[in-house]
């Protein structure tokens, strides 16, 4: 039976993608040597590094613009600490829409103060605020493009002062997007990209170097950009898989392509949440993420039959985080929309149950 995969991370990769990923591990260009045991110094993978960066930008549209792509490691949890740690002088601005830009909050305010300009926490997260003032005097903005816990994701990026900076982590290549608009982007790879173990961050250049603090090397974007990205040794398979997924995301036509077929799945599985009296939504509808649809059943005592129904299906990872509860639906790029039609269908079939 056909697995119909709506975990939010590590998540659905291409199966093209997989296959030729298991073909590097196997034999790697016909070198003979696998792809996890070649140097990541050799010629082959320093390929690699440099086409995902360039391929990176490309895709973003930020090719010779100032900008340069780095393959890092920590995830985006480390991220949370080294935009602090190389760009708070005194003050930064955070707009906190969820767990994870909470726990960037947290880390910020090791190096100065942070200024929280709005906050969704009083409903748990599920809108995204608006109409909220950025102080003139920070040294960055703060935000998070989509929560994959609460199911919300910002529309609309303000026209800021101040530099911006943006966790993407679980929406990067997905729509399209005015990139030049932002500083500083990262996002861990397990969502849209590749498996979990390497994080991309672009970074326009000329926003470094302003932090009189000394900053730890291994934590200092501008020693990583010296180096190309191979200061220490890189996550070099999640690398070449983020390559591959690159590849696959440019060959079927583009962040535009993806947004299309994103916004084709989100739109016919919030129309069953809405229609089907058994389910409601978590998130307020314009707020509503394309990559994770966040519902509940109205009637909890159905819980039992909903997950039979929907694990007999073939469909995996559908359960909520536990600060939500519920089902999650995870519809990064790789998802089909025929997996979205299996999960419709059982929404469907547990109602002419009832």
């Known amino acids: 039976m056909k697995k119909h995969n709506y975990s939010a991370g590590p998540c659905i990769l291409p199966q093209e993608v997989f296959k030729e990923a298991a073909q590097g591990i196997l034999n790697y260009q ?13 010629t082959a993978f320093v390929d690699v590094m440099e086409e995902a960066r360039n391929l990176s930008l490309e895709l973003l549209g930020l090719q010779n613009k100032g900008y340069k792509a780095l393959f890092l490691q920590g995830g985006a949890s480390m991220q949370f600490l080294m935009t602090a740690y ?9 707009l906190n829409t969820g767990t994870w830009s909470s726990k960037a909050i947290k880390e910020a305010k090791i190096f100065g103060e942070v200024v929280e300009v709005a906050s969704s926490k009083d409903k748990n997260f599920n809108y995204i605020p608006k109409n ?20 919300t994701q910002i529309k609309d990026f303000l026209d800021v002062d101040a530099q911006l900076v943006c966790d993407m982590s679980s929406d990067i290549f997905s729509r399209e997007l005015d990139f030049s608009k932002f500083d500083l982007i990262y996002a861990g790879a397990q969502k849209n990209m590749g498996p979990a173990g390497t994080t991309l961050v672009v970074i326009k250049e000329d926003i470094l170097g302003k932090v009189d603090r000394e900053i730890p090397s291994m934590l200092n974007y501008n020693v990583h950009l010296e180096k190309d990205s191979m200061f220490n040794t890189p996550a070099v398979y999640a690398v070449y898989v983020s390559l591959l997924t690159l590849r696959w995301i440019k060959n079927h036509g583009g962040i535009a392509a993806m947004e299309k077929r994103n916004t084709e799945k989100a ?19 314009e707020d509503r993420s394309t990559m994770n649809a966040t519902f509940n059943l109205v009637d909890e005592s159905k819980k039992e039959d909903f997950d039979k129904l929907w694990k007999d299906a073939g469909i995996n990872g559908l359960n909520g985080h536990r600060s939500v509860g519920g089902y999650r639906a995870s519809m990064y790029n790789a998802l089909d929309i025929e997996s979205v039609k299996v999960l419709v269908e059982t929404m469907q079939k547990l109602e002419k149950q009832s």
């Open 30 to 42: 016909d070198s003979g040597l696998s792809i996890m045991e070649i140097s990541h110094r050799s």
């Open 86 to 94: 190389n760009l708070l002088i005194k003050k930064a601005a955070y």
């Open 132 to 151: 909220y003032q950025i102080p003139s005097d920070v040294d960055y903005f703060h935000c998070t493009s989509n929560n994959t816990i609460f199911g």
């Open 267 to 285: 739109d016919l599985l919030y129309k069953e949440i809405d229609r089907n009296p058994l389910f409601k939504g978590f998130a307020e509808v």
